[in-house]
């Protein structure tokens, strides 16, 4: 079913993909509940895994964060309880930054400690966060087409553009946020009536580009950049694609439904597979 559905979009919308290049499986790590997102901390040497444990839109006090190492065991698997549906983090300041539906939460790094909360007015679905290098933090709000920056405490609309297409997964490149599109008219079982892709949206001037023969090909969730590459997951196949500045979107991997928010140490991926309770662990050797 997966491959009928992942065939019948690409036909849709004319894209041709990369042979597949297939990423090795290091380790694999289970016990979550809906794990979301898999943050990379790399000042403690050690991997952060946010736990939705329920309705990704409900504010019912049942989420948290759990800490694993980076050989894939579980160093504390409620290290910072309080949150309702806690998807993806960054890291800024000796803080860590968790999207909550309309808030973002802040963690003492050294303690797992919720420290304080931010209450982002206007928001409807808070969903990824990542941190530029001036140590600004930035979130996507996936359904109402926009981003938003948190600067200190102070959060503020950063871009709203319908160009972002339901944007889902956010990650700060240099003078750029790359964002992994969902996609256009999200219908009840969360398919799309236009799949997403990759975009590009300028610092500076926040002018949203699309990046060439990466669009309309997938719903992408997670996204992060390694070296001239660039990986996103597609929630609703489970798969794990690489693209190339104008090249077309390659298949590194293939899980079932539910991959998520990944993260990276450089050499490797985190993959959350939401659906399973686990996380993966991927080498890109």
């Known amino acids: 079913m997966k491959t009928f559905i992942t065939s019948i979009c690409f036909a849709a919308f004319g894209i041709a993909l990369a042979p597949v290049a297939q990423a090795g499986e290091v380790w694999r790590a289970s016990g979550f509940q809906q794990p979301e997102s898999a943050l990379f901390d790399a000042a403690n040497n050690r991997i952060i895994v946010s736990n939705i444990v329920g309705n990704p839109g409900e504010a019912d006090g049942n989420g948290y964060l759990s800490v694993l190492s980076p050989d894939g065991k579980t160093i504390t698997h409620h290290w910072t309880d309080g949150m309702d549906a806690p998807k993806g983090s960054a890291i800024s300041g000796g803080k860590l930054y968790v999207a909550d539906i309309t808030k973002v939460r802040v963690v003492d790094l050294a303690s797992g400690k919720l420290v304080s909360t931010i209450d982002v007015h206007g928001a409807v679905f808070l969903n990824d966060v990542t941190s530029d290098r001036s140590g600004k933090i930035y979130v996507t709000d996936m359904l109402a087409d926009a981003i938003y920056r948190v600067d200190g405490d102070k959060p503020e609309l950063f ?3 319908a160009m972002l297409a339901s944007p889902n997964g956010v990650f700060a490149d240099g003078d750029r946020l790359i964002v992994a599109s969902w996609g256009k008219g999200i219908k009840a079982d969360f398919s799309t009536a236009e799949p997403g892709g990759l975009l590009s949206v300028d610092l500076a001037s926040k002018t949203v580009s699309p990046l060439p023969g990466a669009q309309h090909f997938a719903d992408l969730d997670g996204v992060i950049a390694i070296g001239d590459s660039i990986y996103a997951t597609a929630y609703m196949t489970g798969t794990l ?45």
Do not use: C, H, W
């Open 159 to 161: 871009v709203k553009d």
């Open 241 to 285: 694609y690489r693209y190339k500045d104008g090249g077309a979107p390659q298949v590194v991997a293939q899980f079932k439904p539910g991959s998520a928010d990944i993260g990276t140490d450089g050499e490797r991926i985190f993959v959350p597979r939401m659906n399973e309770g686990e996380v993966a662990a991927l080498s890109l050797e």
